[in-house]
C-alpha cells in the first residue's frame, strides 16, 4: 500500500468523521426536538415525505457512514486478524457499498 | 518503611517465570539499587542493562510493577508502597534472557523511521543559524531530549497489536528532523513514516506521552507528523 493511498485514506476518515459529528448532532438534536410531545411513525412520515433538505441532509449523512466505517474497519482487522491485502479491499468495498445502499434505501422511503 | 522488600524477578527467556528474592530496604534505593542487590550479593547470574545511572542513557528500562519504567530514576517509595516490587523485560520486545531486552527491532524502526539527519551543507560552509525562538527549532527542542529507553515502545498498545509499527521513538525521532530547518531529507521522510506501520496508526492513547520518563510527548510529534503527510499527500508530493 503506497504511502499516499495510505494518507488520503485516513485523511478522508477524518474528514467524514467531521462531516458525522455535524450530522449526528442534528440528527439527534432534531428527533428529541420534534418527539418532546409524542409522535407516530405515521406522523413522522407525513412530515418528511418530499422534504428535499432533508433528503439531502441525510444522503450526505449517510454518504459520510459509508466513507468513514470502512475505513475505520480496515485498520481494527489488520490489528485484530492481521488481516490486510486484496481480499480485506475487496470485503471492505463490499461492506461500503452495502452500506450505501441500505442507507439511501432508507432515505428513499423516509423521504421519497 | 519495612525492614526487607519482597521482589519479583523475571527469570529465563521468553518462558521463563518470576522468582522471589528478599532485599534490605534502604533510604533513597531506587529499583535500580534493587536489582543490583540481586546480583551483587545474592544471585550473580542475574542479567540486566545498566551504564550511567542518572537517567542519560537510556539503558535500564525495565517494566516496574507492570509499567515500563527507567529503573535507576524510580524510587521504591514511589512504586512499592505495600513493600512488594515485580521487574520483568521490557514488553513488546523479545526476552534475551532475565531483565535484559532485545532493542535491535526498537532503534532499526528508527533507521525506517529516516530517522538518520542529512543536511545540504558541506563541511566547507559556515554554520547553519538557527535561531532559538523560531517555530520549528521550539517544536524540535520538545522532541529532542530523547535518550532512547524504550520505555514509550513498551507502554504502547499498538505496539502491541501491530508488531510493524513504529513506536513512539522512532517517529518522535522522525518529527525531530521533519520540523528541522536544516534537513534535506522532506518527503523521503514523509513517505516513510505514511505507511500503514507509520504514525498514521497511532491511536492517541497517550500512553507515550504519560510514561515518557523525559516528559516528551511523542503523540505531539505523531499528530505533527500526521498533519505533515496529510498536508503532503493533498498537495500531490507524497
Known sequence: ???????????????????????????????????????????????????????????????????????????????????RGRSRTVALIAFAVALALLGLRAVAAVFG | MSATLRVQVWRGGADGAFREYEVPRRESQTVL???????????????????????MCGSCAMMVNGAARWTCRTHIDKVAK????????????????????????????????????????????DFARVPPQSASRQLADA???CIGCAVCYASCDVVARLPEYLGPAALNRAWTLVVDERDAVGVERLRAVAGDAGALSCHTHLSCTERCPKGISPTAGIAGLKRAVSRAALEGEL
Open chain 1, 1 to 83: 500500500m503506497s504511502a499516499r493511498r495510505e494518507t488520503l485514506l485516513w485523511v478522508a476518515q477524518r474528514a467524514s468523521a467531521a462531516v458525522l459529528a455535524l450530522c449526528v448532532t442534528v440528527h439527534l438534536v432534531t428527533i428529541v426536538y420534534a418527539v418532546r410531545g409524542g409522535l407516530t411513525g405515521a406522523e413522522i412520515l407525513a412530515r418528511t415525505h418530499g422534504n428535499a433538505a432533508w433528503a439531502a441532509f441525510y444522503v450526505v449523512f449517510v454518504l459520510a457512514v459509508s466513507v468513514h466505517a470502512p475505513i475505520g474497519l480496515r485498520a481494527v482487522l489488520a490489528e485484530w486478524l492481521a488481516w
Open chain 2, 33 to 55: 539499587d534493587v536489582v543490583t542487590h540481586i546480583q551483587r550479593a545474592l544471585d550473580p547470574t542475574l542479567a540486566y542493562r545498566y551504564a550511567c545511572r542518572v537517567g
Open chain 2, 82 to 125: 505495600d513493600g512488594r516490587l515485580e521487574v520483568a523485560p521490557l514488553r513488546n520486545l523479545p526476552v534475551i534472557r532475565d531483565l535484559v531486552a532485545d532493542m535491535r527491532e526498537f532503534f532499526d524502526k528508527w533507521a525506517r523511521a529516516g530517522g538518520q539527519f542529512r543536511g545540504a551543507r558541506s563541511r566547507a560552509d
Open chain 2, 143 to 145: 522532541g529532542i531530549e
